[in-house]
């Protein structure tokens, strides 16, 4: 499908101390191994048959047990019913796609639980009264087909919309299927456009052009499992006769279109990733040519706004005697790069101290930009003016609020965001076409006044400031029963969003809930990300426990009631919280973890990450990787929490296997655990809010048994295959 480099990144990737007590000194870190491990050591090589029929009994006994103790918690019932109720609500807001005069809106309610698409006019949108009009039923089509289809969004062709690549998943994977759409009539196009289940990267080129990426046979997909050919097809013909315009190679990460179709002209972009943060962009001439971009590899497109390629430096980049700031956006005039001519450059716009740019959407005449300023949001309205100057117009959308581009029109300047903060509802807002207003708002689902949200800092390892927010009830005395949230990887930054409803259920009864800004995150830019990369990566670790410690020490809360939770990569960062640092926390949750980092790149995308983590081949790599590898650096006689991990067999990013050899180990050792691997869902780990209201509440009453009851449940023990009791 159809996606800039920073789209796809964003893919890949919580008896009580006293108030005064001190956190626990951190230990020493964990040696390297002396030799990398060989395949052939690892005795649990097996779980990674993703659906084996040895693997999937394992699953199967290892949910039942652990799905017994947890649904048999007080309360789990009455949080799911809640959760559900939420999630499903009806006064949810409608979440818009502008399309010429009209808008589209993906909806899931208690009604339609796979979710319908549907469109209205963008008038009766902004009106508050949207007139929609179903266009695909996907609980239908799963009946009618016999299949657990699961929405993975529509490419459409502009400016009419009127033909569209829709993408449906078969249980939430990554890997779809591509069917052509006709929202005329509301139907799938006989004898359209199709492609069969892939990870497929294409665009439309006119209405009867694709440019597409798929797998097209052995050896034409790179070690990543992405695209790296890419092809021209003409409607009518068989896709084996389509015309090869690009070829990457194997160890590239991926091969993707970007089509820019505006009043301005068509731009065909190509990109070939080299790695997850590095790609070669290319602008294609109308006979399917290759024009190369002056920009440097390293550089992250975002989109083509006014005839113009626009770009961020995650670095200082020289051009033409001009050095343009790394954080910095950036501008050239595509048509006379494809008429052979030098690129001029201009800058667009520079952030500042503690600035970084974190979203960017083109209207009709004016480019917006969400900056973070603090982890906070602010709107920027850019025109481009004389001379290639911009200038730059604070729309004041917001304080202390974060902020989401939604949608941007292509007739207007119209611009749709969503604001929101931990316990303000979020609104979305209309501004750009007139004055500024609110169109539609969430909402409140609990008294905000009862609660604070405070920004705090802690120092790192290396003297590094690290914000982090807390919070919590107005007058609660600590310590507090507390909830963590941390990522720290791949430039994604943690925002302020109105808490989720297991996070509100444990704000209502009491605790604390937090959310860590680590290094490797967007937060602050490139500068933050790249500090905890591959050498750098135990940063982001001594991050976490930077912010654990500091929570401690001002009486926040204490170990026994420190609740960690993390996902994807966040899944990594807990499992080392694990392994280095487990006397930090009374409770850790892993979700749809990375965790035997000697064989990540060997296992579904894992190969597309090594730019973030290092190649576990190269033995210098090893080295440092090793030194912080969860399923490698677990150990007999530690005074390990009770994890919680969860995965899903669907998913086809991070494969399941992580969290099922991290679970067998420690069974191995000795250690009880709670394990749940849903059989659909994909990288999401749920495939749709039915589960997700599930997952929820198992989360809830899981930091209940742990932080709130003393002692803590025991997890159940598996001896031979069944479960027997355990006391920790």
Same mark, same amino acid.
Request: glycine share 6%.
């Given at each position: 499908m159809k996606m800039h480099l920073s789209t796809i990144a964003m893919m890949l990737l919580a008896a009580p101390l006293s108030a005064q007590a001190q956190a626990p000194a951190a230990p020493a870190a964990p040696a390297a191994p002396a030799a990398a491990p060989q395949a052939a050591d690892d005795p649990y090589l097996w779980l990674e048959e993703v659906e084996g029929r040895k693997p999937l009994d394992w699953v199967k006994a290892r949910n039942d047990v652990s799905l017994r103790v947890l649904e048999s918690q007080p309360r789990f019932a009455d949080y799911r019913a809640r959760a559900e109720a939420i999630l499903s609500d009806k006064r949810r807001i409608p979440t818009p796609a502008i399309q010429g005069d009209h808008v589209v809106n993906f909806w899931q309610d208690d009604t339609h639980v796979r979710g319908i698409w549907r469109k209205a006019t963008l008038a009766s949108y902004l009106s508050g009264q949207p007139e929609w009009q179903i266009l695909l039923d996907m609980d239908q089509l799963a009946k009618s087909e016999g299949r657990n289809w699961v929405w993975k969004g529509a490419t459409c062709l502009k400016p009419d919309y009127a033909r569209c690549l829709v993408a449906i998943s078969n249980g939430g994977k990554d890997a779809v299927e591509i069917r052509e759409f006709d929202t005329a009539t509301g *139907?799938?196009?006989? $004898?359209?456009?199709r492609l069969p289940e892939a990870k497929v990267r294409l665009d439309w080129l006119d209405k009867d052009t694709l440019i597409v990426g798929? $797998?097209?046979g052995p050896g034409t997909l790179t070690n990543s499992g992405y695209p790296r050919i890419l092809k021209l %097809?003409? *409607?009518?013909? @068989?896709?084996?006769? /389509?015309?090869?315009?690009?070829?990457?190679? !194997?160890?590239?990460? %991926? /091969?993707? @279109?970007? !089509?820019?179709i505006s009043e301005t002209g068509t731009y065909p972009v190509i990109m070939r990733g080299v790695t997850f943060f590095t790609a070669e962009l290319h602008?294609? *001439?109308?006979?399917?040519?290759? !024009? @190369?971009? @002056?920009?440097?590899?390293?550089?992250?497109?975002?989109?083509?706004?006014?005839?113009k390629a626009i770009a961020l430096l995650r670095t200082d980049w020289a051009y033409n005697g001009v050095t343009y700031r790394q954080g910095s956006l950036v501008a050239y005039a595509i048509d006379p790069v494809l008429a052979g001519q030098p690129a001029v450059i201009e800058q667009v716009f520079a952030p500042g101290e503690g600035q970084a740019i974190s979203e960017i959407a083109g209207a009709k005449d004016t480019l917006y930009l969400n900056i973070l300023d603090n982890v906070r949001g602010r709107l920027l309205a850019l025109k481009p003016g004389s001379n290639g100057s911009w200038q730059a117009t604070d729309l004041n959308a917001g304080k202390d609020m974060a902020l989401e581009l939604v949608s941007a029109g292509s007739k207007s300047d119209l611009i749709l965001f969503k604001r929101e903060g931990y316990t303000t509802p979020s609104e979305l807002v209309a501004a750009g076409d007139g004055p500024m207003r609110v169109a539609y708002s969430l909402p409140a689902r609990f008294d905000a006044s009862r609660f604070t949200v405070e920004q705090l800092f802690a120092t790192s390892k290396d003297g590094t400031r690290v914000p982090y927010t807390v919070v919590k009830p107005r007058d609660a005395k600590g310590p507090l029963p507390t909830w963590m949230f941390a990522y720290g990887g791949f430039e994604v930054p943690l925002v302020p969003s109105y808490v989720a409803p297991e996070y509100q259920f444990w704000l209502e009864e009491g605790g604390a809930y937090v959310v860590a800004n680590l290094r490797g995150g967007g937060e602050y830019g490139p500068t933050w990300h790249q500090a905890a990369l591959l050498?750098? *990566?135990?940063?982001?670790?001594? $991050?976490?426990?930077?912010v654990s410690e500091d929570l401690v020490k001002r009486g926040i809360t204490t170990p026994r009631q420190f609740g960690l939770y993390g996902r994807s990569n966040g899944g990594l960062l807990t499992s080392v919280a694990l392994t280095q640092r487990p006397e930090l926390f009374g409770a850790i949750i892993s979700g749809v973890p990375l965790a035997d980092m000697k064989r990540y790149h060997l296992l579904l995308a894992g190969a597309s990450w090594m730019a973030e983590y290092g190649n576990p081949d190269d033995p210098a790599q090893w080295a440092f990787i090793s030194k912080y590898s969860p399923y490698q650096n677990l150990k007999p006689g530690q005074k390990y929490p009770q994890i919680f991990y969860y995965t899903s067999t669907k998913d086809d990013r991070v494969h399941p296997g992580h969290a099922r050899k991290m679970a067998a180990k420690l069974e191995e050792l000795g250690y009880p655990y709670f394990y749940y691997e849903n059989m659909d869902g994909g990288h999401a780990g749920v495939a749709n809010l039915k589960e997700t209201a599930y997952r929820a509440a198992l989360m809830l009453v899981y930091m209940n048994s742990q932080l709130r009851t003393d002692p803590p449940v025991a997890a159940p023990r598996m001896t031979g295959g069944a479960a027997v009791g355990a006391a920790r």
């Open positions: *139907r799938f196009v006989e $004898d359209g456009f798929t $797998d097209y %097809w003409k *409607r009518g013909t @068989p896709l084996a006769e /389509a015309r090869t315009i690009f070829e990457g190679t !194997v160890e590239d990460v %991926w /091969a993707a @279109p970007d !089509v820019y602008h294609m *001439r109308p006979d399917g040519t290759l !024009v @190369p971009s @002056p920009l440097p590899i390293d550089a992250d497109f975002k989109t083509v706004f006014a005839g050498e750098n *990566r135990q940063r982001a670790y001594e $991050d976490l426990f930077a």
